[in-house]
């Protein structure tokens, strides 16, 4: 579903503040694959990410959604092949729309647009069901601003909505670390639901190692702009944090000076 071919990438080259990123970055994902991203700071985890969604162009190398060559592709010919959920919940809605306006807005993205009431009675009611998977009670609420609701809920509705026409690839960006731990443990169970109701391909960067064990069945490591560990789902299995932070120390050759990672 995925193949990430020997990518690289450098911020500033040819100057004081040049930066890379990706150097020499392999990953393939198959159908179903829900892949877990893990990595110090500066390691290339969002850079990877962010490579995929076309938010800049590659410097060498090739990246392919279900057998379709996007490395060319600027970022808005790519959206119809991804669903996205940022580090930010305030990122991805529109916040002084409302809940059912934005629902509408993802539900039809890449689809022709035509000459018709904005939002029809089937639309609305199909609307209603997804909310109620969420179980926080914004089916009810489908009229208010999204700018109203609270950051767990925001996400959930984003996530929700990233989902909706079920994308080629899921691409979750730390969707956790702003909220706080009783709220990221809800939005992670909203997340593994949907991914396997759905068969979804997904790709999540987190910072807790713990979480990166415990979701989806694999979880790669990154240092310096390659991935230097890919965990199956039995190994993942038999692993604990302690584990992975010595895998991590033999992989790379130093230790992981990563504060947020250690504590999480």
């Known amino acids: 579903m995925l ?3 020997h990518i690289a990438k450098t ?3 040819g100057t004081i503040t040049e930066k890379k990123a990706l150097t020499d970055c392999h990953l393939h994902l198959q159908p179903g694959d829900f892949v877990t991203v893990i990595g110090g700071n500066g390691a290339g985890k969002s850079t990877m990410l962010n490579a995929v969604a076309g938010t800049f162009l590659v410097d060498k190398g090739s990246i392919a959604i279900d057998g379709v060559d996007v490395t060319r592709l600027p970022e ?3 959206a119809k092949y991804l669903g996205r959920v940022f580090q930010d919940p305030m990122t991805g809605t529109a916040a002084t729309m409302s809940i059912e306006e934005n629902l509408a807005l993802a539900y039809r993205r890449g689809k022709p647009r035509t000459l018709c009431w904005g939002i029809s009675n089937k639309e609305r009611e199909l609307y209603r069901e997804q909310l109620k998977t969420l179980e926080l009670g914004l089916e009810d609420r489908m009229s208010a601003r999204i700018g109203l609701l609270s950051g767990g809920q925001r996400q959930a509705l984003t996530l929700l909505m990233a989902t909706l026409q079920k994308p080629k690839l899921l691409l979750l960006d730390e969707h956790t670390a702003a909220l706080d731990p009783k709220t990221a443990a809800k939005v992670l169970q909203l997340t593994r639901k949907l991914v396997a109701e759905n068969n979804l391909t997904a790709l999540m960067i987190t910072h807790n190692m713990k979480d990166a064990l415990q979701y989806g069945n694999r979880t790669i490591m990154m240092h310096e ?5 890919d965990i199956d789902r039995e190994a993942k ?3 604990k944090v302690e584990d992975l932070l010595m895998m991590f120390e033999k992989a790379s050759g130093a230790g992981l000076n990563n504060d947020r990672m250690l504590l999480g």
């Open 225 to 229: 702009g390659k991935i230097i560990l």
């Open 76 to 78: 808005h010919k790519r």
């Open 11 to 13: 911020f500033n080259p």
């Open 3 to 5: 193949k990430i071919e």
């Open 237 to 239: 299995a038999r692993l």
